[in-house]
């Protein structure tokens, strides 16, 4: 699977950015796919996943509330819609893909396949 992410750029404080990930290979539907963030000088952590067909969403608990993430299968793409960005947002954004029946979606190890990432500047 190959996953291509975009959307990312410089916003401010409070607005919406919506980052896109596009899959291509195997068919994304079998896999569960996931957000992850790295800022400047820490260390990757979890944003949100999406189950195989979208039922199930989860997410952490800095983002929840603010961030939906969604799947469109026929489209091969998984969204991120951000809504009331903070500064503390700021990050490259990462998508990636689980195998079905792999472990956790808030462990970024169980993932086996990662996008380049797209960097999310907020300004206050």
């Known amino acids: 699977v190959q996953l291509q992410a975009s959307g990312g750029g410089l916003v401010q404080a409070g607005d919406s950015l919506r980052l896109s990930c596009a899959a291509s290979?195997?068919?994304?539907?079998?896999?569960?796919m996931g957000w992850f963030r790295q800022a400047p000088g820490k260390e990757r952590e979890f944003v949100a996943a999406?189950?195989?067909?979208?039922?199930?969403?989860f997410y952490s608990d800095s983002v929840k509330g603010r961030f939906t993430i969604s799947r469109d299968n026929a489209k091969n793409t998984v969204y991120l819609q951000m809504n009331s960005l903070k500064p503390e947002d700021t990050a490259v954004y990462y998508c990636?893909?689980?195998?079905?029946?792999?472990?956790?979606?808030?462990?970024?190890?169980?993932?086996?396949?990662w996008g380049q990432g797209t960097l999310v500047t907020v300004s206050s």
């Open positions: 290979g195997r068919t994304s539907s079998n896999y569960g």
């Open positions: 990636a893909a689980k195998p079905r029946n792999s472990g956790s979606y808030y462990d970024s190890r169980y993932f086996d396949y």
């Open positions: 999406i189950n195989l067909y979208g039922a199930s969403t």
